[in-house]
């Protein structure tokens, strides 16, 4: 059975830092990616990685870094420098299939899910 565990939300201040961490299971992936989806709003791309090769939404760039280590099939997103606008449930995404970063924004070419973390910054 396949399954992305993702741990590491919580309640920060605006300026600070959380870690989120993605474990799988079941299968090794190629491609893994960061969503997120605040009250009323549509699930949007935050960052995805693929092998080494990376992409970030515009409204992350310079604040967030997505890594992973494949020994461990996780793969992290640091976030840095919070806003209140970044809160949100944070997703994370999979595939076997190698992602070139054009499709990494598509959450259609994403297999799997985890059930999401939240993630909230006051102000």
């Known amino acids: 059975q396949v399954q992305l565990v993702e741990s590491g939300g919580g309640l920060v201040q605006a300026g600070g830092s959380l870690k989120l961490s993605c474990a799988g299971s079941g299968r090794t992936f190629s491609s893994r990616g960061w969503f997120r989806q605040a009250p009323g709003k549509e699930r949007e791309f935050v960052a995805a990685?693929?092998?080494?090769?990376?992409s970030y939404a515009d409204s992350v760039k310079g604040r967030f870094t997505i890594s992973r280590d494949n020994a461990k099939n996780t793969v992290y997103l640091q976030m840095n420098l919070l806003k209140p606008e970044d809160t949100a449930i944070y997703y994370c995404a999979a595939t076997a299939t190698y992602l070139t970063t054009s499709y990494h924004t598509d959450p259609s070419v994403y297999d799997y899910w985890g059930q999401g973390t939240q993630v909230t910054v006051s102000s």
């Open positions: 990685i693929s092998m080494s090769d990376t």
